[in-house]
């Protein structure tokens, strides 16, 4: 059985849970042992997949196609692994199970109740992951401890402790350090609230990591104070996580503050310490001092931070590599619509066009598409951002003037974009959308395959609508190039235009999979172009 860390959330929310859980997984992993991360979610969706971006940030999807919370990108991104639906259990997803069971009688005519059956489901989702093979199981429990909703979480938490054993559990407790800007005093009351909030169901943190804003330090004598406060061990067990430039810096900080060594400790690993000597080279290229490039995403959910966080870190990943720093701006589809292309996109140098759903802000990205294609700037269209560029090449090259997606107009005559039939094994991977990971062949002669190195590759897809096979001929003869298709179902994945720079638009989500040491191959290749325009 694997040995469980848990990390717990304190009075506020984002205080940098997810990225504390895969910083430390990466430093686990860096020392030789065999590390997952699972995160469970208070809300009762269950999936976000259904949940606006204006809510919850973007839906991250795997390879077996769960729609999940956004987190697990940063354990995959952190730890160069694959997740899946193992990794993210929500709130919904539990009860929902719990009541399928009481339907068929699985619980034998008793009287089911949030406790003991809910939080036996969540603990059972624990342990299951506890006996796949691994050293260590990070589990990360969404929300704070203000959270009702968590309760049954912590309830599940405290029985797992009970179940596997005090020395086989380590608890960390995650909470944001104030600082009063006029007298430059850090505040710890909040956290000794949310302490005294896990002590009251039973729980016991063998650690803090305290968030703090960047140039703040915290003295010995104020984790000692912490220490006694909280009922911690000593001043070893507070452990600062400042903010940084770069968030791939945090692992080498946790490090440098003894985070994964208490760990380590507690268990009674022999291992050797982390060689993070290339984590660290990688961290000191993403802080250079590169000249800036200008990329425009133009959006639907482009003022909610975390909408579009997998593009935002796979353009960085592609910038550092191509010794540049990427300028990310972001502009809302409808304002183009209202004050036009030029006065938002006149000197960028790259223009990306993010996956989304509806038709608010539609004719805005046509116009970002057409302005990127007929200035020869380069383009990135990825899911949505393939639709609309397929219709603004039928509507502006093809003459087709109604060409749409039937998402939009069901009634058009010239539905480029449709749901088209598959065969019943992809069927089945969610209802008529496509989830999950999918091979696509591409045409040998193609930039895309010239970028990838390859002619089969993989990649994540998250959407109902295709290119539509009737208008295949009319597009390649107009200079549209199908570079991609599943071998199975023969649907395009992939575009390209000829005689452009880069212009490259994909049914699929590749920056699902881009990962800091390891940048995805279109998007280098998309800022690869952006530094050339002069």
Not at 11 to 33: C, F, I, P, Q
Not at 139 to 151: A, L, M, P, Q, R
Not at 288 to 310: N, Q, R
Request: net charge neutral; glycine share 8%; proline share 4%.
């Amino acid at each position: 059985m694997s040995k469980f860390v848990v990390l717990t959330g304190g009075a506020v929310t984002d205080v940098g849970k997810g990225v504390t859980a895969a910083s430390l997984g990466r430093l686990l992993k860096n020392r030789g042992l065999k590390v997952t991360i699972q995160k469970f979610d208070s809300y009762l969706n269950v999936d976000p997949g259904t949940m606006s971006p204006y809510q919850h940030g973007e839906v991250f999807i795997t390879d077996d196609g769960t729609e999940c919370n956004l987190d697990i990108g940063h354990y995959e991104r952190f730890l160069d692994t694959n997740l899946g639906r193992e990794n993210n259990v929500t709130m919904g997803r539990l009860y929902s199970s719990v009541i399928n069971k009481e339907r068929l009688g699985k619980y034998v005519g008793a009287t089911v109740q949030t406790i003991p059956h809910v939080s036996n489901e969540a603990k059972s989702c624990m342990l299951e992951m506890g006996k796949k093979g691994y050293d260590i199981v990070i589990i990360e429990i969404g929300g704070s401890v203000n959270k009702y909703e968590t309760n049954v979480l912590f309830q599940a938490v405290r029985e797992l402790e009970s179940e596997v054993g005090e020395n086989n559990m380590f608890l960390i407790h995650v909470d944001l350090l104030p600082i009063i800007e006029a007298t430059g005093e850090i505040k710890i009351e909040s956290l000794q609230g949310s302490i005294q909030k896990l002590n009251s169901v039973g729980l016991m943190p063998d650690c803090v990591v305290g968030r703090t804003i960047k140039g703040v330090s915290l003295s010995h004598e104020l984790k000692t104070r912490i220490a006694r406060r909280c009922f911690l061990p000593g001043s070893e067990a507070v452990i600062q996580n400042a903010d940084v430039e770069t968030v791939y810096e945090v692992p080498l900080n946790l490090e440098k503050e003894g985070l994964d060594s208490l760990v380590i400790k507690k268990f009674g690993f022999d291992v050797p310490k982390a060689d993070l000597n290339s984590w660290q080279f990688m961290v000191n290229n993403f802080k250079g001092h590169y000249p800036e490039v200008k990329i425009c995403i133009v959006g639907k959910y482009t003022k909610v931070v975390d909408a579009y966080l997998s593009i935002e870190e796979s353009l960085r990943h592609a910038a550092t590599f191509n010794q540049v720093k990427a300028k990310i701006e972001f502009i809302d589809a409808e304002d183009i619509e209202e004050f036009g292309v030029e006065k938002f996109l006149k000197g960028a140098k790259g223009i990306i066009v993010p996956h989304g759903w509806g038709s608010r802000g539609l004719n805005g990205m046509i116009q970002a598409i057409r302005y990127a294609r007929e200035s020869k700037i380069p383009y990135l269209g990825l899911g949505l951002g393939m639709q609309v560029a397929t219709i603004e090449f039928a509507r502006n090259v093809l003459n087709l003037q109604d060409a749409n997606t039937t998402e939009i107009d069901p009634n058009t005559e010239n539905p480029v974009i449709d749901v088209m039939s598959e065969p019943k094994s992809l069927v089945m991977k969610g209802g008529t959308m496509r989830l999950g990971a999918y091979n696509c062949v591409l045409d040998p002669n193609s930039k895309s395959a010239k970028f990838y190195g390859k002619e089969l590759i993989s990649e994540r897809h998250r959407h109902r609508y295709e290119f539509n096979l009737k208008y295949y001929e009319k597009f390649e003869k107009a200079g549209m190039i199908l570079a991609g298709m599943n071998p199975e179902s023969k649907l395009i994945e992939l575009i390209e235009l000829q005689n452009h720079p880069f212009f490259i638009a994909t049914i699929f989500e590749p920056d699902k999979i881009s990962r800091p040491n390891k940048p995805h191959p279109l998007f280098l290749g998309f800022v690869n172009a952006a530094k050339s325009v002069r």
